[in-house]
């Protein structure tokens, strides 16, 4: 019976085609959330959260430039550059690439298709809040798919490169410059509103990367250790991994257990060691993100 659940738990792996098109398909749909979410949110309520959206909205605000031509004028360049200065570290894959540049150009290109759209909502506050979830979905799907839309996350790459500065100090550095520039074209409110945007963007895509299905784990040390793990293998039908250990005050060696389980199966875990066990030595601790059998994202 276990051996039977386990089976139903793999699903059949995608064939190399079909998993290159998923991935376009999700680079697609990613880009065409945030340009969407960039239309109805953003830009009429003069949120210039960072990166190159921000930026065509600082210059459609200030010279009434269109921020999709804005977008290609900065996306296209530098995707060029990322090519030329970048080379096989562009995360060393051809097929990285054109993800990225499908999601350059596809971007700006619903950022204009859409551009009569009505806003949402005419309180920046909520534009920013609901602006930084949108965008943050559509980013996050388009990462999991190991690919970017370009703009500001090649030219932090790039000058990561050349000023030694990590990935992360670079982003933060140019969507800051974009915030303060916000503060002198909106005025500091706005700005004040735009780094409440970015700051909801970046939790967004932490939750669509990790998921909301948070794994718990389980360590448990007992002197029952066989009989528990039998028990958790049967009864809770999860895997365990025994470990060595050492006492701490004895310096005997001391098996310890280990257990990964849904949230929803940890009251059935701790039910079935205190059955066992009533005295083990339990610490259970939240796993944000479990790859392998049992745990695949679906």
């Known amino acids: 019976m276990l051996k039977s ?17 998923f991935e376009f398909a999700h680079v697609l749909v990613g880009a065409a959330l945030v340009a969407i979410t960039f239309n109805i949110f953003l830009l009429p309520n003069q949120i210039a959260s960072g990166g190159v959206a921000g930026i065509s909205t600082l210059f459609y605000n200030t010279l009434g430039f269109e921020p999709a031509y804005t977008q290609w004028a900065f996306n296209i360049p530098l995707f060029v550059a990322g090519i030329i200065l970048l080379g096989g570290s562009l995360r060393g894959s051809v ?22 759209m009505e806003p949402a909502t005419a309180d920046p506050l909520l534009a920013a809040i609901f602006g930084g979830v949108g965008v943050g979905l559509g980013l996050g799907i388009v990462f999991r798919s190991n690919s970017s ?15 030694g500065l990590s990935l992360g100090a670079c982003i933060f550095i140019i969507d800051g410059l974009v915030v303060v520039s916000s503060a002198f074209v ?12 970015l700051f909801t963007t970046g939790k967004t895509i932490d939750l669509v990367q990790i998921g909301f299905g948070y794994s718990k784990m389980a360590i448990i040390i007992s002197d029952n250790q066989e009989e528990i793990k039998q028990g958790l293998l049967t009864t809770v039908d999860r895997g365990v991994t025994k470990l060595i250990g050492y006492g701490g005050y004895t310096n005997h060696e001391r098996p310890v257990l280990m257990c990964v ?11 079935t060691i205190k059955t066992i066990d009533p005295t083990a030595f339990v610490i259970v601790t939240s796993a944000s993100e479990v790859l392998g059998e049992g745990f695949n994202k679906k």
Do not use: C, H, M, W
């Open 186 to 197: 909106f005025g500091f409110e706005f700005a004040l509103y735009a780094l409440i945007g």
């Open 5 to 21: 659940k386990q089976r139903k738990r793999n699903k059949e792996p995608l064939t190399p085609l079909q998993q290159i098109v």
């Open 261 to 271: 389980v849904g949230r929803n199966e940890i009251a059935k875990l701790k039910k």
């Open 95 to 116: 097929l990285y690439g054109s993800k990225t540049l499908a999601g350059t150009l596809f971007l700006p290109f619903i950022v204009y298709l859409t551009r009569g």
């Open 149 to 163: 839309t370009g703009g500001t996350d090649l030219a932090a790459q790039i000058i990561g490169k050349y000023s």
